[in-house]
């Protein structure tokens, strides 16, 4: 009784923790509050295990962590960041592979259906909201990413539920899960198509045109064999990169029409550049003030950083251009980071993908995988909550053994598993 009390009581507050990340909650949610939150979370996780599975869930989470531990360490020892507010951060990121491991452990599908719940209905709402947001302000979800310089527009937009650059890139890394729950039922086809389409729309709208043409990749995972086997999945992807790499006059000329023909200037100025490199242009010669060219110049910066202390690394956020995780990071640490983001995505790899690699559905959670590297290398954030919490909740949810014990089917031999229900 008191092990199912604490399971609800994690849920609870597992739900509160992920609402907060909805523009208009967090934005009207005490600091305070939140932190509450965030300590009894650990709390009622600790609870939920032995004192040496506690610290068995903690080791475990640190390769997924080790790049924000080092950031930590990084400010104790340079500074250049208020280290309060680092630490805050830090326990944030980390709950989530805990979590993740809480799942993969418990199997209590019960917290996968109410959280994933939560998932759906709110960010659905706030891709609704987003669309609306943007409609009318078309760079709301663009300005509400970096330093705000104008808070009184910053407080309206969060007002209004506009997503950000997280929850932009959220909807879209989760995009292949819905679209593999819709080829596996586990959603109605309806509802499924009408997530599809808010997504789709939302991220157009928002003006992230890295998140479009992944959202547009994902999609194809609808033309392909469901249950086709994951290394095959990787043969066909590196066969379509090679076809786009040797017919790249062909893709600038529908890069360059599509630019033409579309409304989103932000997005159409993005595909024209494209255009441009894909038909034999040089990054160097985009306009200056073009978005590819300045990321560009980012991204350069960072590997400057690297090859001017690459056994070390700079230690300094000024000498990094900050819009790529992965340049960053080496930049920042030298092969000491490099190393740190190898063990970060293959022990991610082996705990939340590689125990469902027999399973059918397996290609829906490695696209996602996938997806989260290449936006990890093209972005600053490496969306660590998708990665390590909302990968083994899907996995949770698909694996059909799990479904049976909720249903009821074997109570005894769901019981010696240890699958809660």
Known sequence: MRAKNNAKTLTILSALYILHAIPIIGYYTPAIVFLLVTLLLYVVLALNASSGSFVRLLALSLPVISIPFLRLIQVIVVGERDFYLESYSFIQVLIYPMLGLYVLRSKN????????????????????????????????????????????????????????????????????????????????????????????????????????????????????????????????????????????????????SVSGNINNEDIAS??????????????????????????????????????????????????????????????????????????????????????????????FLLSTFFLIIFQAILNPQPTIKVLSFVLPMYACLMDKETRRCYLKVDKKNCTDKGIVT
């Open 109 to 256: 599908i019960t917290f996968c259906k109410t959280i994933l719940l939560i998932f759906l209905v709110s960010y659905s709402i706030t891709a609704v909201t987003t669309i609306i947001g943007c409609y009318l302000f078309p760079d709301a979800a663009r300005a509400l990413t970096g330093n705000q310089d104008n808070l009184a527009l910053y407080g309206q937009y969060k007002r209004m539920n506009i997503g950000d650059f997280h929850f932009v890139y959220f909807i879209t890394l989760t995009l292949p899960l819905i679209i593999g729950s819709i080829r596996y039922k586990l959603i109605k086809k309806p509802i499924g198509i009408l997530l599809v389409v808010l997504v789709i729309v939302a991220v157009y709208y928002s003006a992230y045109t890295t998140a479009l043409l992944f959202s547009i990749l994902a999609l194809l995972l609808f033309f392909v064999p469901k249950n086709i086997a994951g290394n095959k999945l990787f043969f066909l992807g590196i066969v379509a990169f090679v076809i786009l790499m040797m017919s790249s006059t062909v893709l600038s000329t529908i890069l360059s």
């Open 270 to 363: 993005r595909l024209a550049d494209m255009s441009t490199v894909f038909s034999g242009g040089t990054v160097e010669s985009l306009d200056a003030e073009s978005d590819m060219g300045a990321r560009y110049d980012l991204f350069s910066r960072s590997w400057q950083a690297f090859l001017q202390n690459p056994i070390i690394g700079s230690w300094s956020l000024r000498a990094i251009g900050g819009h790529s995780f992965f340049l960053d990071t080496i930049g920042l640490f030298g092969l000491l980071g490099l190393l740190c983001l190898v063990w970060m995505y293959v022990r991610s790899f082996k705990l939340f993908l590689a125990p469902f690699r027999k399973n059918s559905w397996y290609a």
